[in-house]
């Protein structure tokens, strides 16, 4: 049985930081791009991929709304995904989920069909 489970959510104050983790078990970790995603609240808000990386860790994919910001990345001998979110933002606040990535292209990457988390709450208070 697959499971994926995030941590490391919560309450941040604008320009300050907070890490996620993802562990994932029951698949083989190191054979998937991995990404993370986020849906804000309010009506109408889609959940949007805002960094995926490869399965060796030496390609990466940010949304230009993080980039400069958040780094991904894994420890595939752990089985564990990070994202470090620096200079957080009012507007980064959402659920914030890990997935195996289905599809990657060129400014894009989506884990419809893939294995997910139930997420984890980020709040940026101003």
């Known amino acids: 049985q697959v499971q994926v489970v995030e941590s490391g959510g919560g309450l941040a104050q604008a320009e300050g930081s907070l890490r996620l983790s993802c562990t994932v078990s029951g698949l083989p970790f190191s054979d998937y791009s991995m990404g993370w995603f986020r849906q804000a609240p309010g009506p109408g808000k889609e959940r949007e991929g805002i960094?995926?990386?490869?399965?060796?860790?030496?390609?990466?994919y940010y949304a230009d709304s993080v980039k400069g910001r958040f780094t991904i990345s894994r420890d595939n001998h752990k089985n564990m995904l990070y994202l470090q979110m620096n200079n957080l933002k009012p507007e980064d606040t959402a659920i914030y989920y890990c997935a195996t990535v289905t599809e990657w292209r060129y400014g894009y990457c989506s884990a419809g069909g893939g294995y997910w988390g139930q997420g984890t709450q980020v709040t940026v208070s101003s």
């Open positions: 960094s995926c990386i490869s399965w060796s860790g030496g390609s990466t």
